[in-house]
């Protein structure tokens, strides 16, 4: 049958791959996103997020894969600000440190998004902008160690977005 890679058969997984990039090259709107965000880890998190952005309505793949890219850099920006006000009221210098972390890693990835990988992904360097996201996935999964209560919600969806991005920026490599 083929190679087995986790537990699934290389040719299948190659075909699925296929499928989901054939089926959503020609697609737009809403039937991309539902048949995109179906190809993802998180399906629920992909379909809700794309479709709150009302340019995702519209688009075909690479529009919705710019548009997915910048609204990681929009949901790593709330994050840090999120990370900035609790930070501002730390009052012991753990938590304070951890917020810290938090907040840097969070505007450093975003800065990466909107300096490099906004750029990267117009010329077409789609695993340059892959790298970006990848950085603030990285962050929204450190940054989740610490277990700060007031960030899990954030965090969680932050790190699934991220996931979902990468791939769909995988579509278009």
Known sequence: MGIKLLGV???LLVI????VTSTAADETGKPLITKTCAGTEFPDVCTSTLESDP???SADLKGLSRIAL??????????????YNLLQNAT?????????ACF???NTS???INDHGLQSFDEAKYDKAYEAVDLLNKDALRCSTFEIPELDESNTMLSQFTTVVKTILQLLF
Not at 16 to 19: G, V
Not at 92 to 100: D, H, N, Q, R, V
């Open 110 to 112: 975003v800065d990466q």
């Open 92 to 100: 012991a210098f753990k938590p304070w440190s951890e917020l810290s």
């Open 70 to 83: 910048e609204l990681s850099a929009t949901k790593g920006n709330d994050s840090a600000g999120l990370a």
């Open 16 to 19: 699925s791959i296929i499928a």
């Open 104 to 106: 840097y890693g969070y």
């Open 9 to 11: 058969s290389l040719p």
């Open 55 to 57: 340019r995702s309505l």
